[in-house]
């Protein structure tokens, strides 16, 4: 990750420049080496953790008051714990990283102003005591720059770590995707990967982004984008390489004569009409073994009101029949409700994050104890059904 954060931000700047061992890790601030006392009044170091709340690349004012703390239990100069600062002891994940103790001294009721008051605060209150057996003893020393970590985003990704989820959120880091489609559903699917890590994204649909389209995707163009009339890779990719650097744009409709360009995909999603070259893109993929997931919709106008079914459908590579029984190969109709442009951005939204957790969940993100490949949502009762992987 990008250390413009501790560049751009007063308060980092000065905990770097006076010494301390800060870095920016799984969206958490981090501060090694700090000196403690353990309960056998041994001096040892530990490691700070606190949530890290950016605007843009710049900290704002902490969140919280309290820290984690990585080490053993920290004691006073005779070997008492630091009762007063320990809230709480156990097995924590902050950020991707482990840590044994939270600890909340509260400097007034608004809390610490900037993160070298918390910070260091923190820092002083464990190294004081330790400073009594070992003199000198500091979490100043001589502050080497941190080369940082590799990141597919542009600014600090401080969500996972906030929630404690950084330990999931890595299963997808090194996922390389492909989205065949960027119609309604499509790109509401890059929507959803593109605030996860995986290591490249990438993006086939050889369409122009036309007025009806704006209608059906996230976000709002403006007019003079639309005049533009931009092809729908170049679109997104414009829009979403703002956070994430993976992001590969291939403005053409997958033939035989291209389907080489998903060659290195580990995943992928299809969007896209049915035909041969559905046929193609999935004959492709099994190919290459490699697991993906087609969306697919119908609606239908009846007494006034528009209906119909969503669907989700995985292939693995141990499961390839289902997709295969479900999804068909042929040509679209002409009187397909869903081609003649109207506007169903809400169940676009509903079909691509349905496809977007199938796809955490086969990465281990989310729990999937039924194991479904297969499901469906129909509008009329709101009624969404799986189809266990046993019964398919």
């Known amino acids: 990750m990008s250390q413009r954060p501790i560049s751009l931000s007063p308060d980092l700047q000065l905990l770097r420049s006076e010494g301390y061992l800060i870095a920016i890790a799984g969206g958490c601030l981090v501060l090694r080496e700090v000196p403690y006392v353990t309960p056998q009044r041994q001096v040892l170091r530990g490691t700070l953790i606190s949530n890290l709340t950016l605007a843009g690349d710049i900290t704002q004012k902490p969140d919280t008051?309290?820290?984690?703390?990585?080490?053993?239990?920290?004691?006073?100069?005779?070997?008492?714990?630091?009762?007063?600062?320990?809230?709480?002891?156990?097995?924590?994940?902050?950020?991707?990283?482990?840590?044994?103790?939270?600890?909340?001294?509260?400097?007034?009721?608004?809390?610490?102003?900037?993160?070298?008051?918390?910070m260091s605060t923190y820092a002083t209150l464990l190294a004081g005591h330790a400073a009594v057996l070992e003199r000198g003893a500091t979490a100043k020393g001589t502050s080497m720059p941190d080369p940082g970590e590799e990141s597919v985003f542009n600014y600090a990704e401080t969500a996972s770590g906030r929630a404690g989820l950084s330990a999931l959120t890595a299963k997808l880091e090194q996922e390389r995707l492909?989205?065949?489609?960027?119609?309604?559903?499509?790109?509401?699917?890059?929507?959803?990967?593109?605030?996860?890590?995986?290591?490249?994204?990438?993006?086939?649909?050889?369409?122009?982004?036309?007025?009806?389209?704006?209608?059906?995707?996230?976000?709002?163009?403006?007019?003079?984008?639309?005049?533009?009339?931009?092809?729908?890779?170049?679109?997104?990719?414009?829009?979403?390489?703002?956070?994430?650097?993976?992001?590969?744009?291939?403005?053409?409709?997958?033939?035989?004569?291209?389907?080489?360009?998903?060659?290195?995909?580990?995943?992928?999603?299809?969007?896209?009409?049915?035909?041969?070259?559905?046929?193609?893109?999935?004959?492709?993929?099994?190919?290459?073994n490699v697991p993906f997931i087609d969306v697919g919709m119908g609606l239908e106008l009846t007494d006034g009101s528009l209906g119909g079914i969503l669907r989700v459908t995985a292939s693995t590579p141990e499961r390839r029949d289902l997709l295969r029984k479900r999804v068909s190969f042929g040509e679209a109709t002409r009187d397909d409700i869903y081609r003649s442009n109207i506007q169903v951005a809400d169940l676009n939204a509903l079909n691509a994050y349905l496809a977007v957790i199938k796809w955490k969940k086969l990465r281990g993100f989310y729990r999937d104890l039924e194991r479904e490949l297969h499901c469906t949502y129909t509008t009329d009762g709101n009624m969404l059904l799986n189809a266990p992987e046993n019964q398919c």
């Open 65 to 118: 008051h309290t820290v984690h703390f990585d080490g053993d239990t920290p004691c006073d100069s005779n070997g008492r714990p630091l009762s007063k600062i320990i809230h709480s002891s156990g097995s924590f994940e902050v950020g991707g990283m482990k840590a044994s103790h939270m600890f909340s001294s509260k400097p007034s009721p608004d809390g610490y102003p900037d993160y070298h008051q918390k």
């Open 178 to 288: 492909a989205i065949i489609g960027l119609g309604g559903s499509g790109s509401y699917i890059l929507d959803g990967v593109a605030k996860t890590p995986a290591r490249e994204i990438r993006l086939f649909d050889g369409d122009l982004f036309l007025q009806h389209n704006a209608f059906r995707a996230p976000g709002a163009p403006t007019l003079e984008e639309l005049q533009l009339a931009p092809r729908k890779v170049d679109y997104f990719h414009a829009i979403y390489s703002r956070m994430h650097r993976g992001i590969v744009p291939h403005a053409v409709k997958l033939t035989l004569d291209n389907l080489h360009l998903l060659d290195g995909v580990t995943f992928a999603f299809l969007s896209m009409d049915g035909g041969d070259g559905k046929r193609h893109v999935v004959e492709k993929l099994e190919q290459l």
